[in-house]
C-alpha cells in the first residue's frame, strides 16, 4: 500500500521551496503554503469520494446515515469540498457519463475560457461560452430558432464576463455552473431523454435568471418555455433527416 509522505519529507519539500531563504520565520511561511496545498488535495479526495457516491445514485441523506450524521450535516461538512472538484475530477467519478461527446468538448472549452480569463473557477458564463463555441449543435440552433443572433449573444457575454488576477492549477467548478449542470440533467429527465446534450445544458443555464449567463439569455429574448420548444422540434427535425 502506498504511503502518505512523512514528516522527512515534508520537512524536504519545505526546504527545496525555501532554498534561497534560510531565515526560520521564512520556512514557516512555506510550510504552511505546503499545509494550504496539503489541504486543496484532501478537500478534492474527499469531495471526489462523495461525487462517485452521488454518481452511483446516493443522496445527501444516504451519504448522512452512513455517516451517522444528518442530510444537512453531511452537506455542511462536504459540500465545501465536492465544490473544490475539477472538470476532471468530475469526469473521473462518472458524473459526465450520460453526456454527450460534443457536451463533453463544451465543458473543456470553458475551463479554456475561465483560465484565459485568469478566473479561480469555471462559471456558468464560461460553460454558455463554451457552448456559444460550436455553432453545429442543437443548443446553438435553438438559440437562432428565438431569431436571436449567437455571434452578438457571445459578444455581449464576452464584455460581461469578469477577468481575475490568474487561474490556479487545479481550476474547481464554480456554484453556478454546478447549478446549470445540475438543472441540465432535470431538463434531460422531464424531456425524457437518456443523455446529456449542449441543448440541456443551455436550459439549465436558463434556470437562472440572475446569473451572468441565464440573465443574458434571458435579454436577448431566449426563454426556457420557448427554448425547450425549439430543442423538441431540433431533434424532430434531426429524426426526420436521418429516416429520409
Known sequence: MPELPDLTELLSI????????????????????????LQKVGDRLLGYLVELA?????SWADIGDHLGISRQA???????RWSSLTIADLAKSGAFERYTGRAKETLERAETHARRLGRS??????VLLGILDDPNTLAVRAV?????????????????????????AALSVGADA?????????????LRHNYIGTEHMLLGLLHDKSGTAGKLLWEHGIAL????????AALEAFLRSREA
Open 178 to 190: 454546478r447549478r446549470a449542470l445540475t438543472a441540465a440533467l432535470t431538463e434531460a429527465a422531464e
Open 225 to 232: 418555455e420557448p427554448t425547450r420548444a425549439a430543442v423538441r
Open 14 to 37: 519545505v526546504e527545496e521551496r525555501s532554498a534561497d531563504d534560510t531565515d526560520a520565520l521564512a520556512r514557516l511561511t512555506v510550510a504552511e503554503g505546503v499545509l494550504s496545498d
Open 54 to 58: 452521488r454518481a452511483e445514485g446516493c
Open 121 to 126: 473557477a469555471i462559471e456558468a458564463g464560461h
Open 144 to 168: 437562432a430558432a428565438q431569431d436571436a443572433d449567437p455571434s452578438a449573444l457571445r459578444e455581449s457575454l464576452e464584455r460581461r464576463l469578469p477577468t481575475g488576477p490568474g487561474a490556479p
Open 74 to 80: 453531511a452537506q455542511q461538512r462536504y459540500g465545501r
